[in-house]
């Protein structure tokens, strides 16, 4: 099936904090293009909680750039991002990959040392598929109960389960 291609991931973590600068390192990742809500913060959350400070810290010593690609709105993710001093994009419209392909060349990046990190398959997974980048999804941290959201989650399922089942060979370390 066509989609496949697209909403596959490399990974499947628990959280954000499960993807190491050590992991990255060795896997040739410099610059993590990251998703905001849902995948570091809830929507609840207008500030970086402390947890992701750290572990964007953790990053930068290891020489791993993170740059915040978000399809929310401008005011949310530049007051997300001010703090930390992370590059970021609003109002990206993933799974269309403009903004992140800007967001690459702005960054200085390249297909092989970018990681896409998100909690959806059918925005962040198919907009960093697109681009060429690797992949790693989290479960959402809090999802949203509206119709909506849950019919993308039916949608989504079956990819889940399929990646549950037959997890890609060479996890992060799979040439692409
Ligand atoms: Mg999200």
């Not at 992701?52 to 953790?58: D, E, K, L, N, S």
């Not at 992370?86 to 040392?113: F, N």
């Given at each position: 099936?066509?989609?496949e291609r697209?909403?596959?991931?490399?990974?499947?973590?628990p959280?954000?904090r499960?993807?190491?600068?050590?992991?990255?390192?060795?896997?040739?990742?410099?610059?993590?293009?990251?998703d905001?809500d849902?995948?570091?913060?809830?929507?609840?959350?207008?500030?970086?909680?402390?947890d992701?400070?750290?572990?964007?810290?953790?990053m930068?010593?290891?020489?791993?750039r993170?740059?915040?690609?978000?399809?929310?709105?401008?005011?949310?993710?530049e007051?997300?991002a001010a703090?930390?001093?992370?590059?970021?994009?609003?109002?990206?419209?993933?799974?269309?990959?403009?903004?992140?392909?800007?967001?690459?060349?702005?960054?200085?990046?390249?297909?092989?040392?970018?990681?896409?990190l998100?909690?959806q398959?059918?925005?962040?997974?198919?907009?960093?598929?697109?681009a060429?980048?690797?992949?790693?999804?989290?479960?959402?941290?809090?999802?949203?109960?509206?119709?909506?959201?849950?019919?993308?989650?039916?949608?989504?399922?079956?990819?889940v389960?399929?990646?549950?089942?037959?997890?890609?060979?060479?996890?992060?370390?799979?040439?692409?």
């Open positions: 099936m066509i989609l697209w909403l596959l991931p490399d990974r499947m973590v959280t954000f499960d993807v190491t600068p050590d992991a990255l390192r060795e896997a040739g990742i410099r610059f993590i293009f990251s905001i849902n995948t570091l913060a809830t929507y609840d959350d207008p500030e970086p909680p402390e992701v400070t750290r572990w964007i810290r953790a930068e010593e290891a020489g791993i993170v740059i915040f690609v978000s399809n929310n709105d401008r005011g949310r993710v007051r997300f703090p930390l001093g992370c590059p970021a994009y609003a109002k990206a419209r993933k799974p269309l990959v403009g903004t992140l392909r800007r967001a690459m060349t702005e960054a200085g990046a390249v297909r092989g040392d970018s990681l896409l998100g909690d398959l059918l925005t962040d997974c198919a907009a960093g598929r697109r060429g980048m690797r992949v790693i999804i989290v479960p959402p941290i809090k999802d949203k109960t509206t119709l909506f959201f849950r019919a993308k989650r039916w949608i989504e399922r079956p990819y389960r399929k990646f549950t089942r037959n997890p890609p060979e060479g996890g992060l370390h799979g040439a692409r």
